[in-house]
């Protein structure tokens, strides 16, 4: 530990100045003071965003029923929707002015916040948990130069990754967007499953723009993102015990090919 965090400047600056229980302690007092002035417009977001899942949850449920004419295939979607739970917690940091931006939030690992877990709030999707402390974790956001997230067009099977170029808050761009790809201007963008740290179909954001690639094999889209940042308070960590086990066993086949080798 000491020769990690001594000898690695990163990730030295990262556990010194927000996952300590001392710092992030004076962020969390902080962190409270501004919190009542802008409860009313957290609270107002989250409450449209339940009502809008639980109008798709709907509409999915009564789609599914309608095809197969059985409510068999609806009831292991909620099964698979059941193993996915998540821990509340409060931002009581957040950097958004740099290119490597993290927030510290009010739970870590006592709380059952691991390394790798996906951050959402109200609105859409955050980051991923990049370290914990005993009771803090700081999380890379998306808008930090290392986030990659797996994502896609919502209802189309076109794929990409989310990635931020610095500056502007408000937006970031998916990569690797097939030139074969057809799509229109305001469609939602979501995460698409294929990574072990977000299920499928939690809002990324709309796009407004397209163009090439460096390369020019590929499309890269222009996304506003769903989240603002500059108002993120509450959010919640995605604990899943099945992506869990696709993780490690992932991992033990990555290390078996590389003893073969």
Not at 128 to 146: D, Q
Request: hydrophobic share 40%; proline share 2%.
């Amino acid at each position: 530990m000491v020769l990690l965090f001594k000898y690695n400047g990163y990730q030295g600056s990262v556990w010194i100045s927000s996952a300590n229980s001392v710092a992030g302690q004076v962020y969390e007092w902080q962190s409270d003071v501004e919190q009542h002035f802008k409860l009313k417009k957290v609270n107002s977001t989250l409450a449209s965003r339940n009502i809008a899942l639980e109008r798709e949850l709907y509409q999915m449920r009564s789609a599914l029923q309608e095809l197969t004419d059985s409510s068999t295939i609806a009831f292991m979607a909620d099964s698979a929707m059941q193993q996915v739970t998540t821990i509340d917690a409060k931002v009581v940091r957040a950097a958004i002015d740099g290119p490597n931006n993290l927030v510290t939030i009010n739970r870590g690992s006592e709380d059952g916040v691991k390394a790798d877990m996906g951050v959402v709030s109200g609105q859409g999707v955050v980051g991923v948990v990049y370290m914990t402390g005993a009771h803090y974790s700081v999380v890379l956001p998306v808008l930090n130069s290392r986030s990659r997230i797996s994502c896609a067009i919502r209802n189309k099977n076109y794929f990409g990754y989310l990635t931020w170029a610095g500056g502007d808050s408000r937006h970031a761009y998916v990569e690797g967007v097939p030139r074969h790809a057809r799509f229109e201007l305001n469609e939602m963008v979501e995460t698409n499953g294929f990574s072990t740290i977000f299920p499928p179909g939690i809002t990324v954001g709309r796009i407004v723009s397209k163009d090439n690639s460096r390369d020019g094999l590929s499309y890269r889209l222009k996304v506003e993102l769903a989240t603002d940042f500059s108002q993120l308070r509450d959010v919640c960590v995605i604990t899943d015990k099945g992506f869990e086990e696709r993780r490690l066993l992932e991992q033990a086949v990555g290390d078996s090919l590389k003893k073969v080798k």
